[in-house]
């Protein structure tokens, strides 16, 4: 059982930033794609980005593209989702995500392994 672990989310103003973090339990980590989901009030989880096991191949939302980086590092087993520019459309739960195959599809049935989320709001 792979255990995920996020960290980071708080409560900020518009234009400011934040940097979540995911640590995985996962033994292997470093040879899985991760990915990061959110999932608004009332909105199904969307797909926000992901990074390939080496780190070097990344893909992102277009409502994201330009904002949020991700990356990892695997001597650490976690993952990272930094975030500039904040808006209050991208208040949401945040989670990381990681699939038994090492999909990087951008659809969260894929995945197999959740982390319990945190939580991002952001003030106008």
């Known amino acids: 059982q792979v255990q995920l672990a996020e960290s980071g989310g708080g409560l900020v103003q518009a234009g400011d930033s934040l940097k979540l973090s995911c640590t995985s339990s996962?033994?292997?980590?470093?040879?899985?794609?991760m990915a990061w989901f959110r999932q608004a009030p009332g909105k199904e989880r969307e797909f926000v980005a992901v990074?390939?096991?080496?780190?070097?191949?990344?893909r992102y939302a277009d409502f994201v593209k330009g904002r949020f980086t991700i990356s990892r590092d695997n001597g650490e087993n976690t993952v990272y989702l930094q975030m500039n520019n904040l808006q209050p459309e991208d208040t949401a739960v945040y989670y990381c995500?990681?699939?038994?195959?090492?999909?990087?599809?951008?659809?969260?049935?894929?995945?197999?392994?959740w982390g319990q989320g945190t939580q991002v709001t952001v003030s106008s």
């Open positions: 995500a990681t699939a038994l195959t090492g999909s990087d599809d951008e659809l969260p049935f894929e995945y197999d392994y």
């Open positions: 996962r033994r292997t980590f470093s040879t899985y794609s």
């Open positions: 990074t390939s096991w080496s780190g070097h191949n990344t």
